[in-house]
């Protein structure tokens, strides 16, 4: 029980956030600009060949197409090994979560994407990062799944510092790419977390 509230909690702080940073790119997107600004001129300097390749790898890891394999993976081991109460948890994090709601809620903010040339191809409007949510949920999933196997202990803190470590350079790229400033990112990574937070209440506890 004390786990819930514990996720219901955190939630909610996550929830109230992403709803800051969200109307003040719809109202006042100069204060954001404001933070956003300095972090881009710094990260926009590493644009050396190797560094470029590399955010390009780690873009690679939170799209749609690695995102639906990681989730048909999850739902195959958990056929094998008959766990079929958590293929809904995969199902609505990765899929409907994940994929579907960030299409929808981009359609509300409509934020641009910064100027200039982007350095991968980025079709929809910037906030929040699709990539990021999408990528934080999806992996969350995965460590959440494999802890309910491994239990607490080293072998779990070293995969939840992985899992972490991952999704930051992932959201960083998307940075260093020209496809996303810095608040979108947090706006992703805001939104992400409350989502997750109400699905581990919901499934998990």
Do not use: W
């Not at 600004?37 to 390009?56: A, Q």
């Not at 929808?104 to 934020?111: A, D, E, G």
């Not at 608040?183 to 409350?194: A, E, K, R, V, Y």
Request: charged share 10%; proline share 3%; hydrophobic share 55%.
């Amino acid at each position: 029980m004390q786990n819930g509230i514990s996720f219901v909690v955190l939630g909610c702080i996550f929830l109230i956030i992403f709803l800051i940073i969200g109307i003040l790119s719809l109202q006042n997107e100069k204060y954001l600009l404001k933070f956003d600004i300095p972090i881009l001129l710094i990260l926009h300097r590493m644009n050396s060949k190797r560094i470029i390749s590399v955010c390009k790898f780690f873009s690679s890891l939170g799209s749609i197409p690695t995102i639906i394999g990681i989730s048909i993976v999850l739902i195959l081991i958990c056929l094998i090994e008959e766990r079929l109460s958590y293929i809904p948890y995969i199902l609505i994090n990765n899929l409907l979560l994940g994929i579907g709601s960030n299409f929808l809620i981009k359609l509300i903010f409509r934020r641009r994407r910064p100027r200039g040339k982007k350095l991968v191809r980025a079709t929809n409007t910037s906030f929040p990062s699709g990539h990021t949510m999408s990528t934080l949920i999806c992996y969350s999933t995965l460590f959440f799944l494999l802890n309910q196997s491994i239990g607490d202990g080293l072998i779990s803190l070293i995969l939840s510092i992985a899992v972490f470590c991952l999704i930051i350079l992932i959201a960083i790229s998307r940075v260093i790419l020209r496809v996303h400033y810095p608040s979108d990112i947090l706006g992703g990574l805001s939104l992400g977390l409350f989502l997750v937070s109400i699905t581990n209440f919901l499934f998990l506890v």
